[in-house]
């Protein structure tokens, strides 16, 4: 059958992506076909996670240099904001480790920690984080983010666990490590003033270690032993930071640590819904926090898609990337408005959403409406809860974020990209967070130039009797010595052309019986104006040579270019084959 | 035959690479078989060159606001070195238009034009550039020059040449124009004091341009029509510059045109040999020219490496553009330490060396003498010298250096190219000579991974009862309902994989029949990591969907790796085809 029947089959309504209002207001969708069974899952996940949230977000604030009712206040809003008009059912949303780590580093210069205007320059950000995702969204530039590549999004990411898992240690030691530009000052600070450890916070933060340890890694094991059903088991082990939060904070309150051991504690929290809160519209003050909101634009929507991405497939469900940055955009708004900061998609709490059975964005909401309770009631409890212990549980999650398979992974499959990775790890380490993702960025993208601009240039012979030509070097091939067929193995463009024209005159010099040439282009996409250049020059310093150029397999985008601008004829048409074989044959060498 | 023949052919004579002493001291080559009749010709071109260059490198001093004097120092011991270690017998070597300006925007913020601290960053930055691009020979980082592709080059010159043209502007009108940052506001302020022309100055200058080209494009065929011999026309037609030297000399001698009338003139210039200068040593300075050093570097390189390519070839010579690199650093070392400039191969100047019969090196040598016995004992002839005629010089030798013809070409050719040219030409008047070529090669840069980040993909189909495969909308061609066959227009790597990944999903989502997918990668020349990772997930995605992913035309490296990691065990090896048809016909679809 010829191909205009396949493709005009009509589209499967298996296959049919979301048109309409559907697409913009993704939870008209799920509204609309609601069922009774799915409230179960979604009440039970939004529980779950609000366990989980409620000590991360003040967690994650301080690891921001925030007070922890920012973190808390950032876990309301935007929760239901993108419940709403998030395309993925189970993302969790609110404060996590590493944009906590950018917005520590981007303000950090510009305000003093945890001050009146810290505070403001951070929900500024997230004005800045939510616009950049915003017009990304709506301009459909979601495949910029694709130029954060894998190896470097994977250093970049060790790295940072590296630089937050330390940040805490401060905390557990419990003594204070000045800010300092560079990472490595911090570590000889630290290094320096051991002595300084406050033994009883030491003691509340390395329990705290071991308690959490246990709930991750042994307690389920142990439940399903004694028998414990399966849909008990997951609400208590990730209850895990709550206990150790209601068991420290009993612990100081009884032994009153705080005052006689010297332990930190958080102290005051505000009781009440998040204020209303304006952002600066200083344009010199979003020209300082620009390079920081396009680093958490970009790096924030990398961690969000990849997990909403993967959280979806095994559910059968699609994610799009464009409405992503909508929700996520519109997400940091609110955050804006309600004292917030910048939020994205968190990776451990989208998994125990997912896991714990959540069907729709009404989970988030969920979540939502009980932290909201917390901050209004629950407040004056967490007086007395040690930093410790906050530090405790973001050095256990930050331990995930390391990522061995990817390095090993990497360095087996391609030594460009592993290197790519460990320049960005080594340069956030070395250099700092924002400018080493930044070199991390630059070094993919100049490996890559690199790779191009030293093309495969192979010379191919027939495969027995086939119609086929390969690689000489590879395979049993038959040639002829009066025609030398290469096969050119990238597009070329400017930065390859020279290197191309040197290897084809340096070929033709070592094969002196050689009368034609024949350029097989069936891996050459595109042609640039230099490269076109070089190809006129090919074919006149070849004619001195007395050797005659052709070319086979142009792909037809590139041969209507070359015949748009007079190539084709100046070469002669007649010089073009379809296929090497009828190339081959004409010159006699089949 | 087998290849293994073809390729252990010897290397002709004719195709003999220089080895040994005479690649990295080219004279010993052309003084080892030096013939009578070479110096014929090397005497006329030396002489005529020379005639040329006086006056020029005046002039193009005078455009970098460095003394007359300068130019002409920089047209000796350059020369000298450059006729000795240049791969290019016919390059004439000494201060260009481009680099003048180059060095003008680079040095005069940082010193007054003309003083002693101005001159003495001049030949600094010559140091610069001589060590640069002697690092860039030795390691053989030739190639790197590559990243200037055709049309930002065009594009630059062409604006550098309205910046150098206007540059002499005021020269020709007499009046003085403030340096500021931006060519507008040099162009604004020229236009507003157009009244403060000096009006014999003006005639002077439109007298000189006049007599330019009349000599440039008249006099040959007059001259020609009255029977002279052609060896004579050149000489004649080539001294057009000095000629309006000496009639405008004498012009304002006899009628003391630089008192009444105010007619700015050269003034004196100092005879003798060039001083034995020292360069500043002081690593701030240095730092603060590194940008113009490397820009000259480049840019100077590629202006002379493209005449020297061209003049060889005509001649069927060969260059070697590492050797080059070291003879033009080499060139600006002696540069530095004989009171010049940075200079490089000029490209009309060549042209003429060229074709006034020059066969070595020696000619070059010749016009070193020549200047020097100039600066010995011609300067006080220089004294009455208008500058409006220096500057008639520069705007009849930068009008050659506007590219019509490219900016057609590339119009035509490519949308892309054409966007990098004129963002290269905009940007250089906009924000500046460094700058606008920088933003020129990002630009490029920028559109090569965007151009590679949505890669053509094709769904192909069996061309009549042949084994080849082509597009479907573009060949009448045979494909299946259950089998859908898709070539892949580019390497995959971390910019263009979402994208593939997308595209392919969306097809087979309009194609619900399809039970086989076959990927063609003739076109695929690397995977990169980030590439991996997606074509797992698409094959993980793939077959939840009920469709099986096939592969054929890998090409041998790219399977190398592919097996290497696993990911061909894992997929299965009976998956991958060696050609397309293979694949079809085990899927039952030929």
């Known amino acids: 059958?010829?191909?205009?029947?396949?493709?005009?089959?009509?589209?499967?309504?298996?296959?049919?992506?979301?048109?309409?209002?559907?697409?913009?207001?993704?939870?008209?969708?799920?509204?609309?076909?609601?069922?009774?069974?799915?409230?179960?899952?979604?009440?039970?996940?939004?529980?779950?996670?609000?366990?989980?949230?409620?000590?991360?977000?003040?967690?994650?604030?301080?690891?921001?240099?925030?007070?922890?009712?920012?973190?808390?206040?950032?876990?309301?809003?935007?929760?239901?904001?993108?419940?709403?008009?998030?395309?993925?059912?189970?993302?969790?949303?609110?404060?996590?480790?590493?944009?906590?780590?950018l917005v520590a580093t981007g303000i950090s210069p510009l305000a003093e920690q945890g001050g009146p205007e810290y505070?403001?320059?951070?929900?500024?950000?997230?004005?800045?984080?939510?616009?950049?995702?915003?017009?990304?969204?709506?301009?459909?530039?979601?495949?910029?983010?694709?130029?954060l590549s894998h190896p470097v999004l994977s250093g970049f990411t060790s790295a940072a666990a590296i630089v937050?898992?330390?940040?805490?240690?401060?905390?557990?030691?419990?003594?204070?490590?000045?800010?300092?530009?560079?990472?490595?000052?911090?570590?000889?600070?630290?290094?320096?003033?051991?002595?300084?450890?406050?033994?009883?916070?030491?003691?509340?933060?390395?329990?705290?270690?071991?308690?959490?340890?246990?709930?991750?890694?042994?307690?389920?094991?142990?439940?399903?032993?004694?028998?414990?059903?399966?849909?008990?088991?997951?609400?208590?082990?990730?209850?895990?930071?709550?206990?150790?939060?209601?068991?420290?904070?009993?612990?100081?309150?009884g032994f009153r640590l705080h005052e006689g051991a010297g332990v930190a504690i958080v102290g005051g929290v505000p009781a009440g819904l998040p204020p209303l809160t304006m952002p600066t519209l200083d344009p010199g003050i979003w020209q300082l926090l620009l390079p920081t909101a396009l680093a958490i634009s970009f790096v924030g929507f990398?961690?969000?898609?990849?997990?909403?991405?993967?959280?979806?497939?095994?559910?059968?469900?699609?994610?799009?990337?464009?409405?992503?940055?909508?929700?996520?955009?519109a997400a940091n708004l609110a955050a804006t408005f309600t004292g917030g900061y910048p939020v994205t998609g968190g990776f451990s709490r989208s998994v125990v959403n997912f896991a714990a059975g959540a069907q729709t964005g009404l989970a988030s909401i969920v979540t939502a409406l009980l932290i909201a309770l917390t901050v209004i009631f629950l407040t004056p409890l967490f007086y007395f809860l040690p930093k410790a212990v906050l530090a405790a549980i973001i050095l256990v999650a930050v331990a995930n974020l390391f990522d061995f398979k990817t390095v090993k992974h990497t360095w087996r499959y391609s030594k460009a990209d592993f290197a790519s990775l460990v320049v960005t790890f080594v340069a956030v380490l070395a250099i700092g967070v924002e400018k080493g993702i930044l070199a991390g960025v630059a070094t993919a993208i100049l490996l890559f130039l690199w790779r191009t601009s030293r093309p495969h240039i192979?010379?191919?012979?027939?495969?027995?009797?086939?119609?086929?030509?390969?690689?000489?070097?590879?395979?049993?091939?038959?040639?002829?010595?009066?025609?030398?067929?290469?096969?050119?193995?990238?597009?070329?463009?400017?930065?390859?052309?020279?290197?191309?024209?040197?290897?084809?005159?340096?070929?033709?010099?070592?094969?002196?019986?050689?009368?034609?040439?024949?350029?097989?282009?069936?891996?050459?996409?595109?042609?640039?104006?230099?490269a076109l250049e070089t190809l006129e020059e090919l074919n006149r310093e070849l004619g001195?040579?007395?050797?005659?150029?052709?070319?086979?397999?142009?792909?037809?985008?590139?041969?209507?270019?070359?015949?748009?601008?007079?190539?084709?004829?100046?070469?002669g048409p007649e010089r073009f084959f379809l296929s090497t074989h009828q190339a081959m044959r004409q010159l006699e060498c089949v």
Chains 1, 2 share one sequence.
Not at 3 to 20: I, K
Not at 180 to 201: A, C, S
Request: charge should be positive; proline fraction near 4%.
């Open 1 to 101: 059958m010829t191909v205009s029947e396949t493709h005009t089959t009509p589209t499967p309504a298996s296959a049919r992506r979301r048109n309409g209002l559907g697409r913009y207001l993704p939870f008209l969708d799920w509204l609309l076909h609601y069922r009774r069974q799915d409230l179960t899952g979604d009440l039970l996940a939004g529980i779950i996670v609000t366990i989980m949230l409620v000590p991360q977000s003040m967690a994650y604030a301080l690891l921001a240099g925030l007070p922890p009712q920012v973190g808390l206040y950032a876990s309301i809003l935007p929760l239901i904001v993108y419940g709403l008009l998030g395309s993925s059912r189970v993302l969790a949303v609110g404060p996590v480790a590493i944009v906590s780590l």
């Open 458 to 530: 192979a010379v191919v012979g027939r495969v027995g009797d086939s119609e086929h030509f390969r690689n000489v070097l590879r395979h049993e091939v038959q040639t002829c010595p009066h025609v030398l067929a290469i096969r050119v193995d990238q597009s070329l463009y400017f930065a390859n052309t020279q290197y191309l024209e040197t290897a084809i005159l340096q070929m033709v010099a070592d094969n002196p019986r050689v009368k034609h040439l024949v350029l097989i282009f069936s891996a050459v996409n595109f042609v640039d104006a230099s």
């Open 119 to 147: 505070v403001q320059l951070a929900l500024t950000l997230a004005l800045l984080v939510g616009i950049v995702q915003l017009i990304m969204g709506v301009v459909r530039l979601g495949f910029l983010v694709n130029f």
């Open 302 to 329: 990398m961690e969000s898609i990849s997990v909403a991405k993967s959280l979806a497939s095994k559910r059968r469900q699609k994610v799009d990337a464009d409405q992503e940055l909508v929700a996520l955009g």
């Open 164 to 253: 937050i898992g330390f940040s805490q240690v401060k905390h557990v030691l419990g003594f204070r490590v000045p800010r300092t530009e560079y990472f490595y000052q911090r570590v000889l600070y630290t290094l320096n003033h051991l002595g300084e450890t406050n033994l009883v916070t030491l003691v509340i933060g390395l329990g705290s270690i071991g308690l959490l340890l246990f709930f991750k890694y042994k307690l389920g094991g142990l439940l399903r032993r004694w028998g414990l059903k399966e849909t008990l088991i997951m609400p208590i082990t990730k209850s895990a930071p709550l206990v150790v939060v209601l068991v420290s904070t009993l612990a100081v309150w």
């Open 544 to 571: 001195d040579a007395g050797v005659t150029l052709y070319f086979a397999e142009v792909k037809g985008p590139v041969m209507d270019r070359l015949k748009a601008v007079g190539f084709v004829d100046e070469i």
